[in-house]
């Protein structure tokens, strides 16, 4: 690094005077970044590397100034060169490209290098500016950086595109006080009075989104895992969580990494292996190579902690692992593709779930985990294909959602069953080792896969991957002389054409005191299952019963009577019954077999006969989902009652502990009556909870916001109380800003929600869509009402200010309670006066009510 750039110095003036560049084609010269301008760069410029210099502050309004050096390599000279950088242009300094000072040429979020400055082979650029802070997250004793898929570009100019990799080299000045972490190891660091200087060593080639730093006040735990040294800062103070915690944190990353490794025939690809545990992350983790980031309350868990966090620790941990081999090492070539690191990060996740998940239950936990969520969107009207186009970064936020992160893998599993276990594997190992440390495409790995295989991997591409949407099955069974003569399988798309997914999945056929399980090979529109023909006619058959299958499946009235009259579900097995769970609602909710009420009926009966967490929790979550949004008021009321008292016995007759807590939490949240609020209020005030219950602080937190929403005598004193005990800060901060959403004055939950206008007021985005989710609580959607308007007014700027699953979050917080046709009337009104609206944003808002349309369908 040159002598005058580690000099630290950051009082210049920055310069006002912008002047006019020639004149730029819009494809290529608009904001964000365009594909044609993406395009035109990786042609281009080549051998990229950032020398970046931060001084980071201790007052969190302070600005954080930079210098940079980008240095680079060009093909041919060009008559001009974009820099992406979407700030203020007053916060830029004099540029110096090739040792020579040029004018600030600003426009549509770009510095134009001028031609005449520029050479062929190597040039470089000097610059000063101010970073912009919504990459930065800055809290008030901590910040870290965020940039992914586009918001590079908002720390510090350069060529945020995924294919044009470069070195960082980062110089970061920061209060003494404070730990950090960034992509490469630490080479040396000074002290300068109250201040620190760390130098940073060269990073490995990464993308833009990938650079990342953090600094704050954190503690640090070390630790060395099958030989390789690993770092983790956090910020938890509960001693316990710590405790419990800290070594299956390590116990997991190691793991997951002694797994991938084997899978992959490749080394760990990366000079070093530190994370950080942030408080209310705004994602689940972000896969920053050599800093991954996590959500602190999703690492940490209590002795109370339920089976579904346990497994959502080790997913959030191994999924951010395999992307160090699955979008760091092999990036995509442009964000269209971002769906192939998601998909092969969660498909590794699920399998090295077999090695830190104790009595781990693949199939059970790979149904639960994908399915319900894939077809919350599949189902829509919004629903996408899982490669979407993209024509500019700046909308490369859209493309997330459960498509990508949940069929994503199913489909892959379903491509695994069909190519074989081995043959998928060395197809992945061809595609990671051609392009290891590059970029690649979905065609690219199709291609690399299609070499292992005899299977047209283009035809089933086109329905799987280029096509949205989800099958219909429907049966024909032929009956001869009491035993099965033909067994007929058909499918076709939601939508009524006449499309059909190839896959595998498995039937049961049912008998008095037995059951034959067949597989089903269903690569056409119509098969027969030739293994069926001859035997017995069963009383019933289940469908899916290994959970394999994809889409909405036919129910066997039979096992409908059997388990409403047996109080058992029909099902044999976990995955045959949480299955069974599965497709009876996906039935209900497109008016077939049962409606709300007898689907809802038929979840009481089960409350006490499914003893297995996984398969209970799908059962209850869907129990409330029938219970807030498709009971009238007065049907709840009617009913309250009784499934209180139907719950809380379940919950004393189970024998596990958390399957207890599963059946505590459902009576907790649809709790009505006077009489279980009052349970809930000496449960809280004295802080013992039901025999066999362990529930956490923040089990206690939300009993008291429950309260608040509820409009319980005192619920305002008591969310004080609860503030006051309390010990950690973030978590202090947390509720203090969720105080006015829980306000039992109207009038204070308005201007609440009037100051989420402005997007600095969102910026801390997990708090605000807790406070959204009790704004819009079904016992509040008469006064919530008026907030539905704003939420769709206020969408496109959301998009633009907010981090990638804002949007879609935003809109579910809203809209997902909503059963009133004069809610319906305010999504129809919007839609039909912005005929032209933004497609993707639209989808999401189609996603999002979803279930808001089917409740004036499903009766």
Known sequence: MPIAF????????????????????????????????????????????????????????????????????????????????KTDPKFLDIIRINGKTAPVVYANEHIQLPGSLLQEGTNSVELGFVAGNAALNRNTEFLYTLLVPDRARTLFPC??????????????VKPAGWQAIANASLLDSSRMEDLTVLRFRPSDRISTYLFSFAAGRFTAADKTVHGLPMRMLYRETDPTKIRLSTDTIFHIEGSSLEFLESYTALKYPFQKFDFVAIPDFQFGGMEHPGAIQYKANTLFLDSGATREQLIARSNLLAHETAHMWFGDLVTMDWFNDVWMKEVFANFMADMIGNLTIHDNNDALKFLTYHYPAAYSVDRSAGAHPIRQKLDNLNEAGSLYGNIIYHKAPIVMRQLELLMGVSAFRDGLRDYLKKYAGGNATWPDLIEALQRHTSLDLRTWNEVWVNGAGRPVFSYELKEKDGKIGELTIRQKGEDGSQRFWPQQFYVMLVYPDSFKTLLVNSNASSIKVPEAAGLPKPQYILFNVSGLGYGVFPVDAGAVAFSLSSGAPAGKGPVARAAEYINLYENMLNGRVLTPRQLLDYQRHMLSGETVEQSLNVLLDQLQSVFWRFLTPVERESLAGTLEKECWQAMEAASAKNVKKLLFRTFSNIVTTRAGMDSLYTIWKEQRPPAGVILSEDDYTGLAAGLAIRNYPGSQLILQEQLSRIPNKDRQDRLRFLLPSLSNDEAVRDRFFATLQSAEARRKEAWVLTAIGYLHHPLRAASAEKYLQPSLDWLEDIQRTGDVFFPQSWLQAGFGWCRTSSEIKIVRNFLEKHPDYNPKLKAKILQATDLLFRTERVH
């Open 159 to 172: 060529f945020d595109q995924p294919n044009l990799k470069a070195v960082f080299e980062l110089t970061l």
């Open 6 to 85: 580690r000099a630290v110095f950051f009082g210049v003036l920055f310069c006002s005077l912008i002047t006019r560049g020639q004149s730029i084609p819009d494809s290529i010269g608009q904001p964000g970044v365009s594909l044609p301008l993406a395009k035109t760069r990786a042609a281009l410029v080549k051998d990229i590397h950032y020398e970046l210099l931060f001084n980071l502050p201790l007052a969190k309004d302070s600005l954080v100034r930079g210098k940079e050096k980008l240095t680079f390599r060009l093909v041919q000279r060009p008559a001009f060169l974009l820099l992406d950088f």
